[in-house]
């Protein structure tokens, strides 16, 4: 009963998601940094203005060996992506972690997305985030 419950609960929250991100994982990480791939998919009817994340990278034993807090995407200026993200666009970049030990794994938060018209949308209810291994 459980699983059934979760299975429809993250079919449904993909449903409703307007920005899709997958994590890709490094082939190698080394003691001292990692360096994580972001691939974006803004499934809004309007662009993305701003979006603000916190990136953790994992290891083997699910504990956090690093984290970066970072403006993934920011309307104007040297940002990661430009200027915004627009509606049903994609992006791919990277966050370059500080880390205590080799990364196996990681966790994206986001804190903070505001569309072009100014409006500020909750990221539990708009984001959806998976990891996948590098092709």
């Known amino acids: 009963m459980k699983i059934s419950i979760i299975i429809f609960l993250l079919l449904v929250s993909q449903l409703w ?3 899709e991100v997958f994590l890709v994982l490094p082939e190698t990480s ?10 974006a998919k803004n499934t809004f009817t ?7 994340a916190w990136v ?14 970072s403006w993934i995407i920011t309307p104007s200026g040297p940002d990661i992506l430009g200027s915004g993200l627009d509606a049903d666009a994609e992006a791919e970049f990277n966050i370059v972690l ?6 196996v794994s990681s966790k994206l938060t986001f804190t903070k997305i505001i569309l072009a018209d100014g409006t500020s949308v909750d990221p539990k209810k708009h984001v959806v985030s998976a990891e996948r291994p590098k092709l």
Request: aromatic share 2%; hydrophobic share 40%; charged share 20%.
């Open 17 to 19: 998601a307007n920005l």
């Open 30 to 39: 080394s003691p001292d940094k990692a360096i994580v791939t972001l691939s």
């Open 46 to 52: 309007q662009s993305i203005r701003s979006a603000k």
């Open 56 to 69: 953790f990278a994992m290891d083997a034993e699910g504990k956090v060996v690093g984290h970066q807090s």
């Open 98 to 103: 500080n880390t205590e030990r080799n990364m």
